[in-house]
């Protein structure tokens, strides 16, 4: 059974930094591709910054420069280090994974079920 379970969530004033964590299990880490996607409310999820089994990532404009993706094979772990955040940041993240890199389209097979990231003024 795949289980995707992020963490690192919480509130931070604008301008601070937040590292996301997702660990995976269930699947074999090292060939899937991975990514992390937001929600706010009342808008559509979207995708902010993906990697593929290689290595080769993939940012949203909005957080590019400003967001990091990473992965650890040893320990079956995904990353989001978040800079500079903005208020607009604010969000449920999300961890999936796919076989296929899907850049950072929705249609990744396997999800958390997300932290949430509050940004204050």
């Known amino acids: 059974q795949v289980q995707v379970v992020e963490s690192g969530g919480g509130l931070v004033q604008a301008g601070g930094s937040l590292r996301l964590s997702c660990t995976v299990s269930?699947?074999?880490?090292?060939?899937?591709?991975m990514g992390w996607f937001r929600q706010a409310p009342g808008k559509e999820r979207e995708g902010i910054a993906t990697?593929?089994?290689?290595?080769?990532?993939g940012y949203a404009d909005s957080v590019k420069g400003r967001f990091i993706i990473s992965r650890d094979f040893a320990k079956n772990s995904l990353f989001l280090q978040m800079n500079s955040l903005k208020v607009e940041d604010t969000a449920m993240y999300f961890c999936?994974?796919?076989?296929?890199?899907?850049?950072?389209?929705?249609?990744?097979?396997?999800w958390g079920q997300g932290t949430q990231v509050t940004v204050s003024s």
């Open positions: 990697l593929d089994r290689a290595g080769t990532g």
């Open positions: 999936a994974a796919d076989p296929h890199w899907w850049y950072l389209g929705p249609q990744y097979k396997h």
């Open positions: 269930g699947l074999r880490f090292d060939v899937y591709a």
